[in-house]
């Protein structure tokens, strides 16, 4: 019997230590809960943290971005704009039609050309080409140095070299034409230069038919791609059906036609591209049409640049770096 109270006390200590170590191992897994709670707050700080640099750091390189294309295009208007005094052009952004001839004007100003001494000099030349377009010196041309691209397209006039213009002329444009031209003056006494930006696209005047209540216009030979405006005499946008077609030399043909028009009335039609704008008023009577053409020419001093070229990709930045927030 004592053997057995004896058994049923170590039992009884023995499962009172069994609470006290399970409590024990309660208070162990209790620390380890603790110490993943007090970990959270500093791996979620950890983590916004890196959240905010990520994010600063693409706000930055989109500035970053920003202002190199600011300061592309700056460079590029400083570039076109500058010349020296005593060499000036009457049109330092000239617009040539494709297949026909332009001239580039250059010219010395009135009063250097009254100080000329000796024979004048004459050369043109071509940004990112090698070679020249053209050079006029000892009173004769001097081609040695001339690039292909030129060759039997180009002169200038030696009667008005004597006075001091060296203008160019171009026979035949084409779209490699386009770009940028440096154009330089030079005697005994006196030196200077000009630049001078070409630029080329196609256009001609539209023609115009009328038939059975339906006013057509029809054009060829425009580049870039041009798009048409119907227009009543109020100024109201017309909604017309019009067709583009596109050569294999890039060239566009457009018909567009305006439906139940009334007779006698006015319509403006207007074609344009990102260069040239041609505007005709068109008289539609019951005898037929009349219409008269004007052309606008653009007056930008920088290459087009389309928006979305960096504006897209500066909003996907942006919408990247906040998402990383």
Known sequence: MLLL?????????????REHSGAGGLQNGAVHLDLDHSFSPFLSATMA??????????????????????????LSLSNDSSSTSSV?????FPLANLGQDVLLSCHLTVAAAVQVTGAVAVTWTKAYLSGEVYKYQDSAPQLEDQNPQFDGRTQVFPDAVARGNGSLLIMAVTSRD??????SISSSNLDGSVHIHLRTAAYSKPTFSVKDGTLTAMGSRWQPEPEVTWLDSKGTVLQGITLFTE????????VSSLKQVNVPTTYTFKVQNLLVTATSSTNVTGSGVTEKTTFS???STVPVLSPSRFLLPLSGLLMYAVGCT
Do not use: E, K, Q
């Open 5 to 17: 109270g004896a058994d049923r006390d170590d039992c009884r200590s023995s499962s009172r230590g």
């Open 49 to 74: 943290t890196m959240g905010n640099i990520i994010f600063w750091s693409m706000i930055v390189l989109i500035i970053a971005f920003s202002t190199l294309i600011i300061l592309i295009l700056a």
């Open 88 to 92: 000036v052009s009457r049109d330092r």
């Open 178 to 183: 386009d770009g940028v031209y440096t154009c």
């Open 247 to 254: 050569n294999p030399t890039g060239m566009y043909s457009f």
């Open 297 to 299: 020419f653009s007056s």
